[in-house]
C-alpha cells in the first residue's frame, strides 16, 4: 500500500518553463490537496479537490493549476515557472469529512 | 481572516527536558490534528482532537483541547533526539495549518 506518490521528487526549471507535477494516492480518498512549504515556513494550501469533478483556490493559487483527473489523480501545473515557486510542494489525501491528511514524500522544485 | 498560530516558533532543548507547543485559533475550532515533520521529510499525523477539554495520550506526548475549542497544546516529556522536528496543528475544515513549532534537542 503506496498511500500517496509524487513525482518527480526533484526538478530545476528555468525562469518561463513549465512542468507538471503528478500525484496519485490508492486509499479511495475523496479529497486531494496541493500544498507547498519555502524553508523555514509552514504549510501554504494551493489548491484542493474536495471530490471528483471539483477543485478550489487555496492561500496560494496564482501561477498554478490543478486537474482531478480521477478519484486517485491530481496534478499540479506551472505553465510559466518563477523564481519565486522554488518551493517543496506537498500532495495529500483524505477521506471526506475525516479531516485527517496522508502526504505524499514531496517534490523539491528550484526555478533559476 | 481565519488564522491558527503557534508558538513558540523554535525551541532548544536539552535531552530529558520537557517541550510545549500552543496552537492558537481566532475563532473555534470544530477539531484540531497534530503532525510531525522530520528534517527533510513529510508531515505525518499524530492524532485528532475533537472534544472540549479532551486529553489524549502518546506515550510521552500528551495533547490537548481547550475547553473553548480555540486553543490546543502538544507536551513533550523528557524530550529524546528521536522527536526533533517540526509539529504542526491544522483544523482541516479550514483548510489551514497553524505556522509550526520547529523543535531541536541537544544530546
Known amino acids: 500500500n503506496a498511500g500517496v506518490t509524487q513525482t518527480p521528487k526533484f526538478q530545476v526549471l528555468k525562469t518561463g518553463q513549465s512542468m507538471t507535477l503528478q500525484c496519485a494516492q490508492d486509499m479511495n480518498h475523496n479529497s486531494m490537496y496541493w500544498y507547498r512549504q519555502d524553508p523555514g515556513m509552514g504549510l501554504r494550501l494551493i489548491y484542493y479537490s474536495a471530490s471528483e469533478g471539483t477543485t478550489d483556490k487555496g492561500e496560494v493559487p496564482n501561477g498554478y493549476n490543478v486537474s482531478r483527473l480521477n478519484k486517485r489523480e491530481f496534478s499540479l501545473r506551472l505553465e510559466s515557472a518563477a523564481p519565486s515557486q522554488t518551493s517543496v510542494y506537498f500532495c495529500?489525501?483524505?477521506?471526506?469529512?475525516?479531516?485527517?491528511?496522508?502526504f505524499g514524500a514531496g517534490s523539491r522544485l528550484t526555478v533559476l | 481572516g481565519q488564522q491558527v498560530m503557534q508558538i513558540p516558533q523554535y525551541q532548544h532543548v536539552q535531552e530529558g527536558e520537557d517541550f510545549t507547543t500552543y496552537c492558537n485559533s481566532s475563532?473555534?475550532?470544530?477539531?484540531i490534528q497534530w503532525y510531525k515533520q522530520r528534517p527533510g521529510g513529510h508531515p505525518v499525523f499524530l492524532i485528532q482532537?475533537?472534544?472540549?477539554?479532551e486529553v489524549k495520550k502518546q506515550k510521552r506526548l500528551t495533547f490537548q483541547f481547550g475547553e473553548a475549542k480555540k486553543n490546543s497544546s502538544l507536551h513533550i516529556t523528557a524530550t529524546q533526539t528521536t522527536d526533533v522536528g517540526t509539529y504542526f496543528c491544522d483544523n482541516t475544515d479550514k483548510l489551514i495549518f497553524g505556522t509550526g513549532t520547529r523543535l531541536q534537542v541537544f544530546p
Open positions: 495529500a489525501s483524505s477521506d471526506w469529512g475525516a479531516n485527517v491528511l496522508t
Open positions: 475563532t473555534t475550532l470544530s477539531n
Open positions: 482532537l475533537v472534544k472540549s477539554g
